[in-house]
């Protein structure tokens, strides 16, 4: 079966550090998402690529947080420098593209920041 | 723009016992919207979807889910709970736009 492949699967890390997480799309998708999901906030949506563009990272914080797509096959997300507020399962989603999709979710990267 | 609010964060059944989970929505276009399941430390799988076709959507696992325009809701059910049933449930609207917008998730507890 097709999936979405998220690593790493668990991260933890000290205060200050980068942190990388990545995002393998399903083959022929060309959506992503970048969701943060807390027990505070819920699901948050942090960033929107389509065709590998980003299209709405207005959920992002700027300052700390950049998401790019190098190629189709790869999706990451990064933090630098990472405060403990960070801590949460981050997920990737993928989909075709059209208004009515379902999304593919990977595992997701459980991150926590000391 | 489009919302969807689901009415309990949390809802508890006896394994065996029917289960309803609340969403409503709210939308300028015409909604497709969505039941997502997650399970614990998993990522999220769709359950069913709804996309202007049959009123009464049928999905994975016994759930199915009736789409009520009058009352802008898209209640998800199943006539018996069972233990492997408990997870995070997602209500999402999507169709009016890319980005398909989350409910803040309903927790349901099966007890034995």
């Known amino acids: 079966d097709a999936r979405v492949t998220q690593t790493p699967r668990h991260k933890v890390t000290e205060m200050g550090q980068e942190v990388t997480m990545r995002c393998q799309p399903i083959l022929g998708h060309n959506t992503v998402f970048w969701y943060r999901q807390t027990m505070m906030q819920g699901l948050e949506l942090l960033a929107y690529?389509?065709?590998?563009?980003?299209?709405?990272d207005s959920g992002m914080p700027k300052d700390r947080f950049s998401a790019e797509m190098p190629d189709a096959t790869l999706a990451t997300l990064k933090i630098q420098p990472s405060e403990p507020r960070d801590s949460a399962v981050y997920f990737c989603a993928s989909g075709t593209g059209s208004k009515n999709e379902k999304l593919f979710f990977g595992s997701g990267t459980q991150l926590s920041v000391l | 723009a489009q919302s969807v609010t689901q009415l309990d964060s949390h809802v508890s059944v006896s394994e065996g016992t029917p289960v309803l989970l609340r969403c409503n929505y709210s939308s300028s276009y015409s909604p497709s919207l969505f039941w997502y399941v997650q399970h614990p430390n998993k990522g999220l799988q769709l359950l069913l979807k709804y996309t202007s076709a049959a009123t009464l959507v049928k999905g994975i696992n016994g759930f199915e889910a009736e789409f009520k325009k009058s009352e802008t809701s898209f209640h998800l059910t199943k006539p018996s709970a069972h233990m492997s049933d408990a997870a995070e449930y997602f209500c999402v609207v999507g169709g009016g736009s890319y980005i398909p917008t989350f409910g803040r998730g309903t927790s349901l507890i099966v007890h034995p």
């Open positions: 690529f389509r065709n590998r563009a980003p299209l709405d």
